[in-house]
């Protein structure tokens, strides 16, 4: 049985996420001051638009009412997607950032490392390593477990995929 607000949440509201096809990413209760806030994180492959975020708060805010997993206290529902500079912390994670660059930390040594994920698989990522100073850039494999930890990089003048394909 589960012991925590969260866990509860979480068997609560997983299920209707699920229904349109989006995945429950984040929970977290927080207080602010003397108010509490419910932040619930959404995403799905295709990722996620305002409209979803607007139509999964609302039902989100309808199923919240019918149960007690707030309490009797108020809170305000906070609805939204992880962002672009996410954490890869699930094999979907990564396969969502195919094509993007990605800041790895790895588990020796504690190096970073930039690259681009080219591929993944169920034991790790294939990369593109950008070439320094005019050196054309090199492939790379990284296994799973040498990845401490992995965090999309925002790129402002990469060109859209749709643009490189005309």
């Known amino acids: 049985m589960s ?15 699920s229904s349109k096809d989006l995945d429950l990413e984040e929970i977290e209760v927080a ?24 139509e999964i708060s609302r039902e989100l805010s309808e199923k919240l009412d019918e149960s ?14 992880p962002g672009a500079e996410r954490p890869l912390t699930e094999h979907r994670h990564y396969l969502r950032a195919v094509g993007r660059l990605v800041k790895f930390q790895l588990t020796e040594g504690g190096d970073d490392l930039i690259a681009r994920i080219l591929e993944v698989d169920d034991e790790g990522v294939d ?13 790379r494999r990284l296994a799973f477990d040498a990845i401490a930890k992995a965090r999309v990089e925002v790129e402002f003048s990469r060109k859209d995929k749709k643009e490189e394909e005309a």
Do not use: H
């Open 68 to 81: 007690d997993a707030m309490g009797d206290g108020e809170y305000t529902l906070e609805v939204g997607s």
């Open 127 to 139: 990369l593109e390593v950008p070439g320094v100073k005019g050196r054309k850039p090199t492939a």
């Open 31 to 54: 207080s602010v001051g003397r108010k509490r806030v419910l932040r619930v994180v959404v995403d799905s492959d295709d990722g996620v638009d305002l409209d979803q975020i607007a």
């Open 3 to 17: 012991t925590t607000q969260s866990e509860r949440l979480r068997e609560l509201l997983e299920p209707l996420v």
